[in-house]
Structures are given as C-alpha cells and as structure tokens.
C-alpha cells in the first residue's frame, strides 16, 4: 500500500471513529424494538454502505461505553437458535443526547462542506 492510501485508511479509522456512537443511538433511536449487536451491524452495514463498517466486535465496546453513561440500556435474552442474546435499547437521556448530538454532527458537517467548497476568504 502507498503513503496515500495509508493516510486515507487512517483519515477514515479517525472519521468513522468519531461518529459510530452517533450512529449506534440514531440506530436505536429508531427501532421499533430493541436489538442485538448482530442486528445493530448488519443495519449499520446497509445503511452505511460500507463507510462505517468495520468489525461486528468493535461494536460492543461502544454500545457498553454508551450504556455505562445511560444512554442505552440493555437485557439479555435467552435464543433459541445460540448463546443469549442482549438487547439494546436506547433510554431517554440517549434520546437527548442523539438530539443534541446530531445537532452538532449537522453544524460540522456544514461548516466542514462550506470550507471544502471555498467558503473560507
């Protein structure tokens, strides 16, 4: 691999880094009904396109640093079909934060598009 493609490998690491605790509330946020880490990455896989996919493991630790600070909470449940499961759910301090927390990736995003597209004089 070239120092280019390195860099860009690390630049999205760093990127992804960043917002995949985003991105895990605004998944709960909107589930009808808890879920488990398998389920939580395979919808993080078809919505992201790839872009924020990574390793199913390196999930966990996110959904129980989010759940340590009461933002989600969770039960494990007996499967029929493997090992227990447990489920995530988001709570509603977690409502608040993916609110405030997308107000703030959106006020980024903006500024970071209006640098990229000359906007700075």
């Known amino acids: 691999m070239d120092d280019s493609a390195n860099q860009l490998k690390k630049f999205q690491k760093e990127l992804s880094s960043g917002t995949v605790s985003l991105v895990l509330l605004a998944i709960l946020g909107q ?17 992201g396109e790839g ?10 630790p996110v959904l129980r ?13 007996p499967s029929i079909s493997g090992p227990p499961r447990r489920y995530y759910r988001i709570t509603k301090p977690g409502r608040e934060a993916l609110r405030a927390w997308a107000a703030a990736w959106s006020a980024t995003r903006d500024c970071v598009d209006n640098v990229l597209q000359g906007g700075v004089s």
Do not use: C, D, F, T
């Open 51 to 60: 872009v924020l996919a990574g390793k199913q493991s390196a999930l966990y």
């Open 65 to 77: 640093n989010l759940e340590a600070a009461g933002l989600l909470a969770s039960e494990v449940e």
């Open 31 to 47: 589930a009808r009904r808890p879920m488990y880490g398998y389920q939580i990455a395979k919808q993080l896989e078809a919505s």
